[in-house]
Nanobody
Framework: VQLQESGPGLVKPSQTLSLTCSVSGDSITTDQTYWTWIRQTPGKGLEWIGYISGKGTTDYRPSLRRRTYISRDTSKNQFSLQLRSVIPEDTAVYYC????????????WGQGTQVTVSS
């Protein structure tokens, strides 16, 4: 299974951060999988943002819920993250990850993409 993030590396404050994850080797509609976005900052470490499940249900980090939207395109086997009204504190390395309910693990990770919020 391989995951690859894509999207702009620089976003201005108050704008929307948009990233897409392209998946190969598994279907994003596979039962009991959770297609997840995680970010890492030097100060906070790893931070779970949210997921879209194989069934299409979503869940988000409560502190980011009002600004976050995760969607999918099953025809392309991709899922996407939108984070609205970004601030400099949203600067991080963003990862797309597969979660497996059976193993309770985040078992496959993309390489990560640096996103900087700056004017």
């Amino acid at each position: 299974v391989q995951l690859q993030e894509s999207g702009p590396g620089l976003v201005k404050p108050s704008q929307t951060l948009s990233l897409t994850c392209s998946v190969s080797g598994d279907s994003i509609t596979t039962d009991q999988t959770y297609w997840t976005w995680i970010r890492q900052t030097p100060g906070k470490g790893l931070e779970w943002i949210g997921y879209i499940s194989g069934k299409g249900t979503t869940d988000y980090r409560p502190s980011l819920r009002r600004r976050t939207y995760i969607s999918r395109d099953t025809s392309k086997n991709q899922f996407s993250l939108q984070l609205r009204s970004v601030i400099p504190e949203d600067t991080a390395v963003y990862y797309c990850v597969r979660g497996d309910k059976a193993t309770q693990a985040w078992d496959y990770w993309g390489q990560g993409t640096q996103v900087t919020v700056s004017s």
